[in-house]
């Protein structure tokens, strides 16, 4: 990463399936958190566009999201997953043994299987020798629940692990099939090289303003050009297009405007008449 940042300028296509790491000692030892560490130095410096994807059937876990989460750039960084990919802190199984133990799943079986209802029912009224065997029943019965509970259960959570909660949360920007995947990243990738250079232009032009103030400027003239902002094929050809060079140096007269005229209004008014009278003659 360093190296495609100082010295080859590129973006980075990044394919994620890890389930993330223990954090044991085991990989203390591996100085897999040091490394981890340092990826996301890596990530957090890196000035050109990152692209991280999730493919089909892969998963993202743990502290392996952690360290190329957006967030982490997010000027520079998107993430994309298929739809057949997950995306979670814990796996389905891990999330139901922490959050719907069986404990709890005992409690829905009371609250929704109509024969263990019947059976509560009965045990209260039942006392000595009928008791003992209706809460015998009562066990086998939520034995025979269990799997099925613990099963659903897992679907449920799983369902929070796919691209439409993973982008309704906002940590994907998309969701990307496999199968579309190269021609979307193909004018996905082109544009944001191109936008981000003609962003770099701006900036150095007019150093008031930072990347999101030269995204809107970009935005604004390309809405005003009658380009759709969100088309990335539509946004390349516009963007190749433009004189960068023209902009910017429009953006710089306008920088230099607002300077002079802050620093002309800093002076003492016959300071100010003596310069305007100077520059004048």
């Not at 032009?205 to 969100?230: C, H, I, P, S, T």
């Amino acid at each position: 990463l360093c190296d495609f940042n100082r010295a080859e300028n590129l973006p980075v296509m990044v394919f994620a399936n890890w389930r993330g790491f223990s954090g044991g000692t085991r990989d203390m030892y591996s100085e897999v958190l040091k490394y981890g560490a340092q990826i996301v130095d890596a990530l957090v410096d890196y000035e050109h566009p990152i692209f991280v994807y999730i493919p089909p059937n892969g998963e993202l876990r743990g502290g392996a999201w952690v360290v190329i989460d957006p967030s982490i750039n997010p000027e520079r960084m998107e993430m994309y997953a298929d739809p057949e990919s997950r995306g979670g802190i814990l796996e389905p199984p891990g999330i139901v043994e922490v959050k719907y133990r069986a404990a709890q799943q005992v409690e829905a079986m009371h609250r929704l299987d109509d024969r263990i209802k019947e059976l509560d029912a009965k045990i209260v009224k039942a006392d000595g020798a009928e008791k003992k065997i209706l809460e015998q029943e009562l066990k086998a019965r939520e034995r025979n629940l269990l799997p099925l509970y613990t099963s659903v259960a897992v679907g449920f959570a799983d369902l929070h692990d796919r691209t439409g909660r993973m982008k309704a949360k906002g940590v994907i920007r998309d969701d990307v099939e496999w199968k579309s995947s190269r021609r979307f990243f193909f004018w996905r990738v082109k544009r944001r090289v191109l936008q981000d250079f003609f962003i770099k232009t701006l900036r150095n032009a007019d150093k008031r303003m930072d990347f999101a103030a030269a995204l809107a400027q970009v935005k604004e003239w390309a809405e005003k050009g009658g380009v759709a902002f969100n088309d990335d094929e539509k946004m390349a050809v516009w963007l190749e297009a433009q004189d960068m060079s023209q902009r910017a140096d429009g953006c710089k007269t306008a920088f230099l405007r607002a300077h002079i005229e802050a620093m002309l209004k800093e002076l003492p008014e016959d300071e100010r008449r003596s310069l305007l009278s100077a520059l004048s003659s």
